[in-house]
């Protein structure tokens, strides 16, 4: 900051904010929280990409507090779930959000911005008894995805970070007068490379609305318009823009693309340079980086290691196996996370490394990988139960320990139906308890606020009892021979308009002709891309707008259906009363 005090480090549309000003925003913040808020407290941050979130990171960091972020709206049965388990100190966001359990203070930070908020305050919380704190030494911490059916806190360093943001200049020579767009959901570790990858080197935050990241065509016009260099894209959004004809007029110099399996080759007019990156957050983001030119394998490797980290393939014995056999991936280096906010879950998954790996320390990732000869891994899948669905890691247990808080339920079990394309679904079974019978409609409805949408079963089926195999588990592969295949289920007729309508941008976008009334676009192969193209058709194809957040909601065809005519019903309601203004005057 003290180089380029009056260069420009903050842009969000019309709203720019200097060095200089950010600076000063983040000290007032800090004076503001300094007799509250010690080294080593966690403070949740509640809010979206915009000039407040970087002024509170800068300023979290400037007082030794870990920054935890959570995003704008985090569900408030999972925020209480980890008031009770993580140590915070204070939440940080709009009044709204706050728990309401203690003393507030407001932050004076900025309140515009496409993402911002019109007031900012932090409640200061009494702690939780028995709650954990964060390893000495945490910069920051991130949740993940947690097999006890809880999320996991993994606390990072500042030296992981440092050398993570190193690596980001290296690659792309960010610096003064280069742009990186601030893109990736608040609640995602990327988003803290993007935001300290552009502070450091003194470039400038190019702030996202948050509509560009479900629609292709909004994000190239926005990349365009805000001149971005540098960016870090999630898979699903960067295939289509890599399998198209590449837009004309963007000065995008280097383009990450992360978060799931990459299927797509850059198209030949491609000009910006693409790297595929893999990274789970117990290793600081970034591990792997493959610059991708020509196809030279069936798809796209997840590439080799940055600079400061080591990378072992293991077999079941923990013995590192020579180049071209499978197995499981760890990670060693300056990378590694501190651990999680829980000693015990930190000792299971950050073990002694295999003879031979060079470091002390690695991270078990569970990612089944194999190098090939030219030292360019291939991701090859999970090796436990875990599960991406659209780009978003989930664990089944997280979502049974989500269906089995209803009082209702006995028994919660999550299967993986895999799909012809490489694709999965999620289906629940549940075993009620005795002398109930909850209604599976309703089981999903209360389960929406405690997880991601991907995460929410495409159904709930009912069971008296779980099958067992032979070494007394519940045998998933019976539970998900007892419901038919999507093709098999009985079909609905369409009715309506609206209806039939809609049936032909499922079939256009699906690529499905088996569209009926009660058709399910997860269960017919649907993932969060063919979300983003239906909200564009839904736009076009009725003139309004239908959130992606209800797309990925409203799975069934008559559901949505029913959705846009209530919709169009209420902007119909809303001309006529206009009119009926303008005639009365």
């Known amino acids: 900051m003290s180089e380029t005090p009056d260069a420009t480090a903050v842009e969000d549309g019309t709203h720019t904010f200097t060095y200089r000003e950010i ?9 503001r929280l300094r007799d509250q808020v010690a080294t080593g407290d966690i403070v949740a941050v509640c809010l979206d990409r915009s000039a407040a979130l970087v002024t509170i990171a800068v300023a979290l960091a400037r007082l030794g507090a870990v920054y935890l972020p959570l995003g704008p709206r985090p569900a408030e049965d999972r925020l209480a779930g980890l008031l ?5 100190r204070a939440v940080v966001g709009a009044p709204e959000i706050l728990p309401g359990t203690g003393s507030t203070l ?10 911002a908020v019109p007031c900012v305050l932090a409640e200061l919380v009494p702690p939780a008894p028995g709650a954990a704190s964060a390893p000495s030494g945490t910069f ?8 006890t059916g809880k999320p996991k806190a993994v606390a990072v360093g500042a030296d992981s970070l440092a050398n993570l943001v190193r690596w980001y200049h290296d690659l792309s020579g960010l610096g003064p007068g280069d742009r990186m767009a601030l893109l990736m959901a608040a609640p995602f570790d990327p988003h803290l490379g993007d935001l300290w990858g552009g502070l450091a080197y003194g470039a400038t935050l190019a702030v996202a609305p948050d509509s560009v990241r479900y629609s292709t065509d909004a994000l190239v016009d926005w990349f365009r318009d805000a001149r971005v260099d540098v960016s870090v894209l999630a898979t699903p959004m960067a295939e289509p823009l890599l399998g198209g004809s590449w837009p004309d007029g963007l000065r995008l110099r280097d383009l990450l693309i992360g978060g799931d399996r990459l299927r797509t080759w850059p198209g030949s007019d491609v000009t910006t340079r693409v790297h595929n990156v893999y990274g789970p957050a117990e290793a600081t983001i970034n591990v792997t980086s493959a610059l991708l030119g020509e196809p030279d394998r069936t798809s796209p490797p997840i590439g080799a290691p940055i600079p400061g980290v080591t990378l072992c393939v293991v077999d079941e014995d923990h013995r590192i196996v020579p180049r071209g056999t499978a197995g499981e991936l760890l990670i060693g ?19 002694p490394a295999p003879e031979g790996a060079g470091v002390e320390r690695v991270y078990r990732t569970g990612d089944k990988v194999r190098m090939g000869d030219d030292g360019l891994l291939d991701f090859l899948g999970r090796l436990d139960d875990q599960v991406k669905i659209s780009g978003v890691r989930i664990e089944p247990a997280e979502v049974e320990a989500a269906l089995e808080r209803d009082p209702g339920v006995r028994r919660a079990v999550v299967a993986v139906r895999r799909r012809h394309d490489d694709g ?16 599976p409609n309703s089981l999903l409805q209360g389960i929406r606020s405690a997880l991601p949408a991907q995460a929410v079963p495409q159904a709930v089926h009912l069971v008296e009892e779980f099958p067992l195999n032979e070494n007394g588990k519940v045998d998933r592969a019976v539970l998900l021979a007892s419901v038919p295949a999507p093709e098999a289920e009985q079909a609905e007729d369409l009715r309506g308009e609206t209806e039939h309508l809609l049936a032909g ?10 569209v009926h009334a009660r058709s399910n676009l997860f269960a017919l192969g649907g993932n969060s891309m063919h979300a983003v193209a239906l909200a564009g058709a839904i736009k076009r194809t009725f003139e309004l707008e239908l959130s992606m957040k209800s797309v990925m909601e409203l799975r069934l065809l008559r559901d949505m259906a029913a959705a846009i005519d209530a919709e169009r019903a209420a902007l119909a309601a809303s001309e006529a009363s206009h009119a009926a203004a303008v005639t009365d005057w």
């Open 23 to 31: 600076d000063e925003i983040a000290d007032a913040v800090a004076d």
């Open 84 to 88: 009770a388990d993580v140590r915070i």
């Open 106 to 115: 407001d932050l004076p930070v900025p309140a515009v911005g496409a993402n």
């Open 140 to 147: 920051y911490a991130v949740l993940t995805s947690g097999s």
């Open 333 to 351: 280096g300056v990378c590694l996370a501190l651990g999680y906010v829980d000693e015990e879950l930190t000792a299971r998954r950050f073990v």
């Open 424 to 439: 999965a679904g999620l289906l629940a079974f549940v075993e009620p308890v005795q002398g109930t019978a909850p209604d």
């Open 505 to 514: 941008l499922w079939r256009e976008i699906l690529g499905s002709a088996d």
